[in-house]
């Protein structure tokens, strides 16, 4: 998890997962948002995870343009 202040991107938060579930991700950014109550994003990009949408409703979500690309390459 990156966030950007004064126009510079900070690493605030990785994880390591073995598992790419709904409750698992809740999990994880639910700890995020317990170390980190002073950051309430405002645009969030997103490979679409359901937790994601859960946890930081009111922010605006944009796609990954990586994961996207990386989707039609496949089908094609």
Same mark, same amino acid.
């Given at each position: ?30 700890? @995020? ?22 946890? @930081? ?20």
């Amino acid at each position: 998890m990156h966030a950007i202040i004064q126009n510079h991107s900070i690493l605030m938060e990785f994880a390591l997962m073995e598992s790419k579930t709904e409750t698992a991700y809740t999990l994880l950014l639910t700890k @995020c948002k317990t170390l980190y109550p002073f950051l309430h994003p405002t645009s969030v990009m997103t490979d679409f995870e359901v937790a994601l949408r859960a946890v @930081c409703g009111n922010s605006e979500r944009h796609s990954c343009w990586f994961h996207y690309v990386q989707v039609f390459t496949y089908l094609y």
